[in-house]
């Protein structure tokens, strides 16, 4: 990692806990042909207050204004569990979510891990990263960022970490596979299957699935282990999450379930 990121790590795209109004976000999203992005999203409130940012299993880009509607980019990395959070008013986050094991090569993914990198301003409409100013990107043309992101030789993936992921790793051992997976992601497979495996019953919950068939279909051993990794992962309880009724405010929650569903004890 640069000297200059380095300094300009800190928690940032989200400001800390103020008050206790519950805002109300609203989410657009739309799927992308590249490779390297899993979706992208952008955000809008219009008043200010409270809500809950998941635990995410991977990294994302994040375009957000501040109260004085001055724009600022953002990396941020794996979020190992909920944390309560405060979002002012503004016209809205645009945000790139990174595919497993996707990354910044100049940055260290475990230095990331529950943190992020505001990265300086260059001007009202670019930002620095790697010695030259960029163009912050929007919704439409956060495709465009990204490939000049790969032309550059800056956004990397570790094709190791899909194929633990879907159980296919081949002419690796067990060690070297974990090393390179912590390498890329900051987190153990382990920890990343249970906040994707989380992530998937929160989902389930909010389509109004019944507490009972969100155990069975995301794979827990019973109740209160669903209930233990809602709170931690998610920030509510599953009867908090009932689509039929009001809840909390929470961040984005893509709809697309995991490819995988690990039934094993390791990572349950």
Request: hydrophobic residues 35%; glycine residues 6%; charged residues 25%.
């Amino acid at each position: 990692m640069t000297r200059r990121l380095q300094s300009a790590v800190r928690t940032a795209g989200y400001a800390s806990t103020r008050g206790s109004q519950n805002v109300r976000l609203l989410f657009e999203d739309r799927p992308s042909d590249s490779p390297y992005v899993e979706r992208i999203w952008r955000s809008r409130c219009d008043d200010p207050g409270t809500f809950t940012s998941l635990a995410l299993n991977r990294w994302q880009l994040v375009v957000w204004r501040d109260a004085r509607g001055e724009p600022h980019f953002t990396i941020r990395g794996s979020e190992t569990h909920a944390t309560p959070a405060y979002a002012p008013p503004h016209d809205g986050w645009v945000g790139i979510l990174l595919t497993p094991g996707t990354f910044l090569s100049p940055l260290c993914a475990t230095s990331l891990v529950d943190s992020a990198v505001t990265l300086p301003d260059a001007t009202s409409t670019r930002f620095w990263l790697h010695g030259s100013a960029w163009q912050f990107p929007d919704y439409e043309n956060a495709d465009t960022f990204i490939a000049r992101l790969v032309r550059e030789g800056l956004l990397a993936r570790e094709p190791v970490v899909e194929a633990a992921l879907h159980n296919r790793l081949r002419g690796l051992s067990p060690r070297t596979a974990e090393r390179r997976f912590l390498r890329a992601t900051g987190l153990t497979q382990g920890t990343v299957r249970q906040i994707e495996r989380a992530r998937y019953a929160a989902t389930l919950l909010r389509q109004g699935a019944s507490i009972l068939d969100t155990v069975a279909r995301a794979g827990y051993y019973d109740q209160p282990h669903l209930t233990r990794a809602m709170r931690h992962f998610i920030g509510q309880t599953p009867a908090q999450l009932d689509g039929r009724r009001e809840s909390e405010q929470l961040s984005y929650l893509y709809k697309t379930p995991p490819a995988w569903l690990v039934q094993d004890e390791g990572v349950r």
